[in-house]
């Protein structure tokens, strides 16, 4: 398929290999013994059907994502994101980058969607995410290349960048699971879910991992148009903890269910990283799992922004300095988050 890469990785291990435990861990609160996922008890019970038909319902009158655009998708009709009946697959393959207990040592079994309903203008992907890059998908499609993935030895089969074509990964895990799916489900989403998609997909998603990229609804709107954000992003957040609870791993250190929550840190919005960390420990559970990211650097829109947008986001046009950094993860410790992957650029360089 052109746009797909879909190389094997190095020889593969067999048998179990543990990964390194983090500090404080392990802790029997946060370890699945038993595991299948979840899809496969709905496919079982015989309620996958009434899923699907229910996302075909959402496509027809879109408001599948938060932007309520209401055009008719299994008409092929588009706005926002530019997405019609099918979803666009950029890209599918063993990624060995991000967190250790979703990459372990096989690889995370990553499927990027194109196009996206935010317009984040510092986007790392932007490429694929503000183009048409890919081709698109059937859900037969899509179950081949998540059962492929499964094939190589991936861990996990992860979907990058979602939220625009949750009806569509609903269809296709429906029949991966009928076709022997066995790995978790991981929903790699900026957390601009819509609550209804979500409810759809409560019972076929093992591992949610939303971002929280801004707290202020001005940053929102200024940084990814999108003023409602904070907003749609904690009520997301507190729905995904609701349906998974707080990431729980396998005794192999591998992620089985719960939610993952990434905040990238931004230079100069140390306040909005502070009152996203607040939050996620007073209102969704201190036990939150919280990868703080530090690779962000300036690329795609953010020079315009820092240009026109005065001394207010003048600083987005730079790395986050160290101390940054360290102020973030003071910040999270102080609301009394304990659970971290807390790396760095350097640090992930190394790893990979
Ligand atoms: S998924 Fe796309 S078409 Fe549907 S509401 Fe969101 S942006 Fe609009």
């Known amino acids: 398929m052109p746009g797909l890469s879909c190389s094997l990785p190095g020889p593969t291990m067999g048998g179990v290999r543990p990964l390194p435990a983090g500090p404080g861990e392990p802790d029997g609160r946060f370890v699945l013994e038993d595991y299948e996922p979840a899809c496969l008890r709905l496919h079982r019970e015989g309620r996958l059907a ?8 959402e496509l027809e009158d879109c408001c599948a994502c938060p932007r309520n655009c209401h055009c008719n998708r299994i008409r092929n009709e588009t706005r926002a994101c530019h997405t019609g009946r099918y979803a666009v697959v950029a890209s599918a393959f063993p990624h060995f980058g991000g967190e250790d207990c979703l990459r372990g040592w096989r690889g995370s079994g990553t499927i990027f969607f194109s196009l996206c309903n ?6 790392q992907n932007w490429d694929i995410s503000q183009r048409l890059s890919g081709k698109e998908c ?8 998540m059962l492929g993935l499964q094939e190589m030895g991936c861990h996990n089969v992860n979907f990058v960048t979602p939220e625009h074509v949750a009806p569509q990964v609903i269809e296709a895990v429906a029949e991966a699971a009928a076709r022997g799916l066995r790995v978790p489900i991981v929903y790699n989403t900026s957390a601009y879910d819509a609550l209804s998609s979500l409810r759809l997909l409560d019972g076929l998603v093992d591992v949610y991992m939303p971002d929280f990229k801004f707290w202020k609804p001005e940053t929102a709107l200024a940084l ?4 409602d954000y904070p907003e749609r992003a904690r009520e997301a957040i507190l729905e995904m903890h609701r349906q998974v609870g707080p990431l729980k791993l396998g005794p192999d250190g591998l992620a089985r269910r719960g939610v ?54 003048a600083a987005i046009d730079r790395a986050p300095r160290p101390q940054e950094m360290e102020a973030a993860l003071a910040s999270a410790r102080r609301a009394g988050l304990w659970r971290f992957d807390e790396r760095r650029e350097p640090a992930r360089r190394r790893a990979n």
């Open 224 to 227: 990814a148009r999108a003023r």
């Open 50 to 57: 009434e899923r699907v038909a229910a996302a075909r319902r």
């Open 138 to 145: 059937g859900p037969g499609e899509i179950a081949d290349l």
């Open 118 to 123: 935010l317009r984040c203008s510092f986007c």
């Open 260 to 313: 993952l929550v990434r905040h990238l840190v931004m230079p100069g919005q140390e306040d909005e990283a502070a009152a996203i960390f607040e939050w996620l420990a007073g209102e969704v559970s201190p036990d939150t799992y919280v990868n703080v990211m530090g690779q962000y650097r300036p690329q795609y829109q953010v020079g315009q922004i820092a240009a026109n947008g005065g001394t207010k986001y």
